[in-house]
């Protein structure tokens, strides 16, 4: 198991830096929500505000951050050249759409997974440091445990990872 970066969870004091490991940043409109979050399962970086910033807010915040701006808006599309029009209507198919067009071919893995509901990094945590916070059988039965740095959600492989894993399989193997 590797452990995932540490020290960057999208917090104001440490958002201008790069990605750790080099991937592309992103930054959402509030109308790709779901992809903002598969986009983190994927181990991007991506932001995605509620309720979402006016357009000429996004632009500027994506253009400070170095990161590309997602968007479902023509006149935001062509607001710099690192914003991206996203024309799919499906989930799959705008996942295809973006790794296709920035040429990006990510693992089908959650190794590399950020918190899905906050965009925060995970670390993995022992069993007894979330005794609290999980249910009795999961706590007996998980082989691993993943907590948000930023919200404090605990992750462990299950019936539900297993759903995401097989639909990221699905995308990367649809990408060709
Ligand atoms: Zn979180």
């Known amino acids: 198991m590797q452990p995932v970066a540490r020290g960057y969870a999208g917090d104001p004091m440490t958002a201008h830096l790069p990605d750790p490991v080099g991937r592309p940043r992103f930054l959402c409109d509030a109308m790709l929500g779901s992809l903002a979050r598969w986009l983190r399962f994927f181990g991007f970086d991506a932001l995605f505000l509620l309720p ?32 991206m029009m996203v024309r799919a209507q499906a989930l799959e198919d705008q996942l295809i759409e973006v790794f296709g067009r920035l040429g990006l071919r990510p693992a089908a893995t959650l190794e590399n997974a950020r918190c899905g509901e906050c965009n925060s990094v995970l670390e993995d945590v022992t069993r007894e440091e979330v005794a609290e916070a999980v249910p009795p059988h999961v706590l007996a039965t998980a082989r691993r445990f993943r907590r948000c740095c930023g919200c404090g959600r605990v992750y462990w492989p299950g ?8 639909r990221m399989e699905t995308v990367i193997r649809r990408l060709g």
């Open 159 to 166: 019936s539900h990872s297993e759903g995401i894993l097989e």
């Open 52 to 83: 979402g910033p006016a357009d000429h807010e996004l632009a500027t915040r994506a253009k400070e951050e170095g990161r590309w701006l997602l968007t479902r808006d023509c006149e935001l599309a062509a607001a710099g050249p690192r914003s």
